[in-house]
């Protein structure tokens, strides 16, 4: 709760995340984090609209 208090002092209200989560990052052999993989957690279950190879994908 703290953490959400020091962020709502320094960002706009819709800047605001509504959770945080910390846990062990997945990375690869030389230690660079696999940024692929963290995307694919977040989106899991979602509908994802946006852009693929320059085209609309909605």
């Not at 940024?35 to 085209?55: C, K, N, P, S, Y």
């Amino acid at each position: 709760m703290r953490r959400r208090q020091h962020v709502r002092g320094r960002l706009a209200a819709f800047k605001v995340p509504d959770r945080v989560e910390f846990g062990a990052l997945p990375k690869t052999a030389s230690g660079k984090i696999r940024t692929f993989e963290l995307r694919a957690a977040a989106w899991a279950g979602h509908e994802r609209i946006g852009m693929v190879g320059g085209q609309r994908t909605d």
